[in-house]
Structures are given as C-alpha cells and as structure tokens.
C-alpha cells in the first residue's frame, strides 16, 4: 500500500511560476522526504523534514509539515526548465522506520 | 566515489527464465532496497534488507527473490513466477538510521521478450 499520495498527479506552469505539490499520508511518522526524478534515472534526495519542524528551507524550496493533518507540501519558488521532473514524498514505516515507502508522485513539467 | 551502482541498465529476458539484477554500494551502508516503478507511476517496495543475512519482504514481493550474503550487495532475483516483469527496477541505499536519506542507483529496465 503506499503511505504517501501526492496530488495533483501531473502539474504543467510557465517558468518563473511557483509550483506546489502536496503529499498526504496514513500513519504516524518521524520524517518526511522529498525526492526528485528525471524521466528514466534514479530518485535524488532534495530535503527532509522532521515531525517536530512545520518548516524548512533549501534554496528555492520550501517545506512545509502538519503532522495534524498528516499532509505536506513542497513549493518551488521561481520555477526553471530545468526543474521538470517527477516529485514524490516518502515516508518511514515499520518498527525502527526501516521501511521506506513512496507515493505516487507529481509529474512537473516547466515550458520555457 | 562513493555510490550505489545497478547493473545492467538494460535487461531483457524470455518467458519462462529468472533474470538476476546487481546492486552495490560502497556508501557503507547497512539498509538496502529494491523497488519497482511502472511508466507514470510511484515506487513499490519489493524487499529491503536492514542488516547482513536478513531482508523483509516489502509490498509486492511475489515472483522475486533477494540474498543478503554482503553488506555491499543485495542482488534482486526476478523468477518466471513473476508474471508481468516488465519495469523500470530501483536499488537504494541508507545507514539504516531513522531520518537519513536514501541513495538510489541508476536503474535496471527489464523488458520480457
């Protein structure tokens, strides 16, 4: 089953835009990740997230946590071209966080 | 350089055989996992490994196999029991400490001919 669903699926902006993507989620957790991937290639960490933050910056990122609601977003501030890629949340399950699962993910795409 | 290598990118196998897919790590890390992806969508859990000599199954895995003899390698075993093989298949690594992130390699494209 997967732990995070991220929505919308597929999200298409001009550059310079902002883009938002939200990931939700089932059980309880200690962190939260975001990952980025390019069409065919293996997934790059971009920021994770701790249950105790609601917040959290990285360059043109922005995080954002409610273990309440059991939601995340992440924002992309001034959006490039090269930033098109799939976007997916994970999160730690299972006794010691020892299962890493990922959500469906948010297919970007940035028209120049 | 430290890293986590999948080989081969490409894989094709025929009806019927079990096709083995390598992944190594020098990163020193003790978790592994392999996930599959099919076009358009998330990554599925097959089997993760936290320590030497033991791995769980993850969500999906029926008609795979892994051995975890080597910290530095945990090779995934695809057998003819798995009916639809055909994906995009994902190594990845951790320290196996809680709150870390995770390490893929480049990915192994199985296609049955």
């Known amino acids: 089953s997967q732990q995070g669903e991220e929505d919308p699926q597929a999200l298409s902006i001009q550059e310079g835009e902002n883009a938002t993507m939200n990931c939700s989620y089932k059980?309880?957790?200690?962190?939260l990740q975001w990952y980025r991937q390019n069409s065919g290639r293996g997934l790059v960490h971009l920021i994770l997230?701790?249950?105790?933050?609601r917040e959290k910056h990285s360059g043109r990122l922005r995080v954002t946590l409610d273990t309440s609601k059991k939601s995340s977003s992440l924002l992309i501030t001034a959006s490039r071209a090269a930033d098109t890629a799939s976007y997916f949340c994970?999160?730690?399950?299972?006794?010691?966080?020892?299962?890493?699962?990922f959500g469906e993910g948010t297919q970007l795409t940035v028209n120049p | 350089d430290g890293g986590i290598t999948q080989s081969p990118k490409y894989l094709f196998r025929k009806e019927g055989q079990n096709v083995t897919l390598s992944c190594e790590q020098n990163l020193n890390h003790d978790a592994m996992y392999w996930y599959r992806q099919d076009p358009g969508q998330g990554l599925r859990l097959i089997y993760y490994?936290?320590?030497?000599?033991?791995?769980q199954k993850g969500d999906i895995a029926e008609g795979y196999s892994v051995s975890r003899e080597k910290k530095e390698s945990f090779p995934l075993t695809v057998t003819s029991a798995q009916k639809n093989p055909t994906a995009f298949y994902l190594c990845?690594?951790?320290?196996?400490?809680?709150?870390?992130?995770?390490?893929f390699g480049q990915g192994t494209r199985l296609t049955v001919v």
């Open positions: 490994s936290q320590i030497v000599n033991d791995f």
């Open positions: 990845a690594s951790t320290p196996g400490v809680r709150g870390t992130e995770a390490f």
């Open positions: 059980t309880s957790i200690n962190n």
């Open positions: 997230i701790r249950s105790n933050e």
């Open positions: 994970a999160t730690d399950e299972g006794p010691g966080g020892s299962r890493l699962t």
